[in-house]
């Protein structure tokens, strides 16, 4: 898979080459076979932009602060898809310990790795409407998923994002890309002063996986005393064998002695 370079919006050259970014600690995106765009992290001029397309693509009316942290903050990770030299496509997220999410959300590891775990939040996932099926969703998909399965990132066991019931392109997109439902969330959404329904989300990665359910136990157990019993006859069959050579060691002696 090949790699394109972060470059910083603040430094591109007039030729356009492509310059690493230094202000993230992470240089390199993974990029599918996506020809002509390039992907690189938010900067603050991008704040007007950024905002007239958030406004146009998505129902929810995000404050100015917001943006401003997307744009300046590395504490998320803000990746925008450029086309030439216009953003076509961003994503938004944040990687955070799990015992700071919201209650709603507890439920998406189990207690004992959740003491210890990270998960990544999506906030926001978004492309043009001009440039949509044409895989750059999936390209800054790609790139998040990337970035969170590398070593450094091996603590953070899942990624799960909200997205309201209505909006079926966004829940047929991220259940092709294998995230599952995990909860409903009634009127967790106050759109336009109207509360609307919305889903949760979730994919585990770096060995994550949802809390056991009843029958997650029923089976795990099952397999234990399916392993036990093969034990058991192992130990039944070896214990044959040391009598049938005792026997058969006892008979030589009396045949000797005899």
């Keep these: 898979m090949p790699q394109f370079t972060l470059y910083n919006k603040h430094n591109a050259p007039p030729n356009n080459d492509i310059l690493t970014r230094v202000d993230c600690d992470c240089e390199h995106v993974p990029l599918c076979s996506v020809n002509d765009v390039q992907l690189r992290f938010l900067v603050p ?116 994002l909200h997205t309201l019931t209505t909006n079926q392109p966004a829940i047929f997109f991220y259940e092709k890309r294998r995230f599952t439902l995990h909860s409903f969330l009634p009127y967790y959404y106050n759109i336009r002063g109207k509360g609307k329904d919305g889903f949760t989300y979730v994919t585990y990665i770096n060995g994550g996986h949802p809390p056991w359910t009843l029958l997650d136990h029923f089976k795990h157990y099952a397999s234990k005393l399916r392993h036990t019993g093969s034990l058991c006859v192992w130990m039944v069959s070896r214990v044959q064998q040391v009598v049938r050579w005792c026997y058969h060691k006892l008979l030589t002696r009396f045949n000797v002695i005899e």
């Design 45 to 160: 001029d991008d704040l007007t932009e950024v905002r007239t397309l958030c406004q146009e693509w998505f129902p929810i009316d995000y404050p100015l602060s917001w943006y401003e942290d997307i744009t300046s903050s590395t504490r998320f990770f803000a990746l925008a898809a450029v086309y030439n030299l216009a953003i076509i496509g961003l994503i938004v997220a944040e990687i955070k310990p799990y015992r700071n999410v919201n209650k709603e959300d507890k439920g998406i590891l189990p207690d004992s790795m959740g003491r210890t775990a990270d998960v990544g939040y999506i906030l926001s996932l978004g492309v043009h409407r001009a440039h949509r099926r044409n895989g750059i969703g999936s390209l800054l998909l790609d790139a998040l998923m990337n970035h969170l399965t590398t070593v450094e990132r091996h603590a953070v066991k899942a990624i799960f």
